[in-house]
T-cell receptor, first 115, second 109 residues
Framework: DSGVTQTPKHLITATGQRVTLRCSPR?????VYWYQQSLDQGLQFLIQ???????AKGNILERFSAQQFPDLHSELNLSSLELGDSALYFC??????????????FGPGTRLTVL | SQQGEEDPQALSIQEGENATMNCSYK?????LQWYRQNSGRGLVHLIL?????REKHSGRLRVTLDTSKKSSSLLITASRAADTASYFC?????????FGAGTRLFVKA
């Protein structure tokens, strides 16, 4: 158990809908990262938050947004869902903002299926 | 493009055998990390090797790093069925971390 929790574990929805994925980082970790993992794209970095502030953006679509709350939990919002958004979404946390030696601790993931 | 690329893409061995996975990367690094992912689960950090280290051990894991060839290898000795998973190398740090495509290891009992 990494100490990172994600809910829900599974999510099935229809195209055009909007969903919210939730992540609670390890106690004391200030950074939260969101990743998308699909069969054909591998693990893609979406966005990072550090202590409530957006720190870096990766391959995140405009239909997606995220935020980190004062209690450091984070939410990833996915809207106007398309079939291609079906994937595993992982949250990871680390103690610091991005040192090269930071180990990332991954949550169990949310499996999103868009029908 | 991926910074780290693992080789082979898939590996199938018998329990008790050793498994070797390789990772190549393109730019200079401060360190390289290896992660493991059981099917459909989150990645788990295995080991970090710094750019000034050539070899590191952790239990049945042995990692080597050759910065001149921009490559690293992960050796799992005396493999077990429970080692069946995907293994990823990662370079960079923080939001700059780039994961390779992974090697899928299957250990037959």
């Amino acid at each position: 158990d990494s100490g990172v929790t994600q809910t829900p574990k599974h999510l099935i929805t229809a195209t055009g809908q909007r969903v919210t994925l939730r992540c609670s980082p390890r106690s004391g970790d200030l950074s939260v990262y969101w990743y998308q993992q699909s069969l054909d794209q591998g693990l893609q970095f979406l966005i990072q938050y550090y202590n409530g502030e957006e720190r870096a953006k990766g391959n995140i679509l405009e239909r997606f947004s995220a935020q980190q709350f004062p209690d450091l939990h984070s939410e990833l919002n996915l809207s106007s869902l398309e079939l291609g958004d079906s994937a595993l979404y992982f949250c990871a946390s680390s103690p610091d903002s991005g040192r090269s030696t930071d180990t990332q601790y991954f949550g169990p993931g949310t499996r999103l299926t868009v029908l | 493009s991926q910074q780290g690329e693992e080789d082979p893409q898939a590996l199938s061995i018998q329990e008790g055998e050793n498994a070797t996975m390789n990772c190549s990367y393109k730019t200079s690094i401060n360190n390289l990390q290896w992660y493991r992912q059981n099917s459909g689960r989150g990645l788990v950090h295995l080991i970090l090797i710094r750019s000034n280290e050539r070899e590191k051990h952790s239990g049945r894991l042995r990692v080597t790093l050759d910065t001149s060839k921009k490559s690293s290898s992960l050796l799992i000795t005396a493999s077990r069925a429970a080692d069946t998973a995907s293994y990823f190398c990662a370079t960079g740090g923080g939001f700059k971390t780039i994961f390779g495509a992974g090697t899928r290891l299957f250990v037959k009992a």
